[in-house]
């Protein structure tokens, strides 16, 4: 089976330009999670989203991100007008069930900004 | 007070020693433990899972939970130098509008010597 896969696996992009994270989550897993890690702090939750619906975006900055989980296609974190400081490793996770289950998580994407 | 606290360390131990790595949690309604390791550069892989107060053994990995005391530990018997990484404790709650987030620690470094 494949495991959480996120593309790309690096990005660079200079200031004001628009950054798009996809993250495929394993299949059958109907629940996504996404995380950052800034270099040298830990991970922090961003968004929980299931198919076409956001459940909890409690950790997303207020302005500038966005994410989304289609009913077709990958789950999107979309970082608007890019800024020194989103430069981080973005990863994404996915379980079955939600409510607490174990999460999966994929390789990430390593987001540089210039 | 942190939601998650872990030691940073870094954790010395040598080859063929047990590691204890230990984590606490402030919030009382958690319900859900994880422990994964995070080797650097990479992504977050999951080592074991506990819910129930007590012991969880996996191979050489043995995880305990102590909710009275908001407490869980992992340790790891045998440790080879191929053990070394970082590892993160996280907790998820259940429940509201929280429940599929993951809240880490800072990780504790762990280093298996030869």
């Known amino acids: 089976n494949a495991g959480v896969m996120q593309n790309p696996r690096h990005l660079v992009r200079r200031r004001g330009q628009e950054a798009r994270l996809r993250c495929s989550p394993v299949?059958?897993?109907?629940?996504v999670y996404w995380y950052r890690q800034l270099p040298e702090e830990g991970l922090k939750f961003m968004v929980y989203l299931q198919k076409e619906n956001i459940i909890d975006e409690s950790g997303m900055p207020k302005e500038r991100f966005s994410a989304e989980f289609p009913k077709e296609g990958p789950s999107i974190l979309r970082i608007q007008q890019v800024v020194r400081g989103d430069s981080a490793a973005y990863f994404c996770?996915?379980?079955?069930w939600g409510l607490g289950d174990t999460q999966y998580f994929g390789p990430g994407t390593r987001l540089t900004v210039l | 007070q942190k939601e998650v606290e872990q030691n940073s360390g870094p954790l010395s131990v040598p080859e063929g020693a047990i590691a204890s790595l230990n984590c606490t949690y402030s919030?009382?309604?958690?319900?859900?433990f994880f422990w994964y390791r995070q080797y650097s550069g990479k992504s977050p892989e999951l080592i074991m899972s506990?819910?129930?107060?007590g012991d969880k053994e996996d191979g050489r990995f043995t995880a305990q939970l102590n909710k009275a005391s908001q407490y869980v530990s992992l340790l790891i018997r045998d440790s080879q130098p191929s053990d070394s990484a970082t590892y993160l404790c996280a907790v998820n709650r259940p429940g509201g509008t929280s429940y599929g987030k993951l809240t880490f620690g800072q990780g504790t470094i762990l280093t298996v010597h030869p």
């Open positions: 919030d009382r309604g958690s319900q859900s």
């Open positions: 299949k059958g897993h109907s629940h």
């Open positions: 506990i819910y129930s107060n």
């Open positions: 996770a996915s379980s079955p």
